[in-house]
């Protein structure tokens, strides 16, 4: 599909499970350096309830990347959010978003008539460490190439170690799904290393506080922590059931930053949150 940014038009591609006539919709959006093939065993366990959508945000996967870098900023995904929703021709529909995603979905649904009517912020809010901070921009869009897959794949599970465990083959496809090429010419990471500038360029000098905008939320939110997660703090997590929407908030043990959504007992949880509605 076909949007617009200041700096003109660009491609986002998103991947689709489930019956097109579906009026239920559930949107999936991926975090910062990820895809939206990271949703691909939620969608499938969904698929059965909603039409699932899960965008590659601009710069990554296979969506273009913008012609300006300065662009890569959460009011240009909200904008773009918004054109694929009325792409979608729903009034409606339900998000799931992980890091990233979640600080979209949040920005959109604190909107006046905003589409999104039940919300799961994966392992954000709205505090986001400065420490986390530092850390993510210590490795984004700063990756080499590299000469072989197995290469490859060690240094994208030394940067989501926080991901918490999973067997050979997730940990396969969590590295296959963000890396393009191949053994003859070489790997690369899927998304735009500009966007890594663009991040830090806008690094704060503390903690980024969003209170405002998760106060101006009014739809049922769900918050998924992980345990041992930098980035959201059991202290934010507690401010986040008292404020604002008053979220459900559920811990996931032995995991940092972010859930996967990969397994069952996270995937039951959103389950029973988003079907409630």
Not at 6 to 35: F, K
């Amino acid at each position: 599909m076909q949007c617009q940014s200041g700096a003109g038009l660009h491609r986002m591609a998103y991947r689709e499970w489930g019956d097109a006539r579906n009026p239920r919709v559930l949107v999936c959006v991926h975090g910062l350096t990820r895809s939206a093939r990271d949703f691909d065993i939620l969608a499938g366990a969904l698929c059965d309830r909603y039409r699932v959508v899960c965008p590659d945000v601009a710069g990554r996967g296979d969506s273009d990347w913008l012609a300006d870098a300065r662009l890569y900023t959460t009011p240009q995904y909200v904008g773009d959010m918004v054109t694929l929703i009325a792409r979608l021709d729903v009034a409606e529909v339900h998000w799931v978003g992980t890091s990233m995603g979640a600080l979209i979905g949040m920005s959109l649904a604190a909107l006046a008539h905003a589409p999104i009517t039940r919300l799961v912020m994966n392992d954000a809010g709205p505090v986001l460490a400065k420490a986390a901070l530092e850390r993510i921009a210590g490795y984004v869009g700063l990756a080499p190439e590299f000469s072989s897959f197995a290469e490859a794949a060690r240094y994208v599970r030394s940067i989501t170690s926080s991901f918490g465990p999973h067997s050979e083959a997730e940990w396969h496809f969590l590295c296959e799904t963000v890396l393009r090429g191949s053994d003859a010419d070489g790997w690369r990471l899927h998304y735009d290393p500009r966007i890594g500038a663009a991040f830090r360029a806008t690094l704060p000098g503390k903690d980024i506080e969003l209170w405002e905008t998760y106060e101006a939320l009014r739809c049922p939110t769900l918050v998924a922590h992980g345990e041992t997660s930098d980035l959201l703090t059991r202290e934010t997590c507690e401010r986040m059931r008292a404020r604002g929407p008053k979220a459900e908030v559920v811990e996931f043990a032995g995991v940092g930053h972010a859930p996967t959504l990969m397994h069952e007992d996270q995937i039951a949880v959103l389950r029973e949150f988003l079907t409630a509605g």
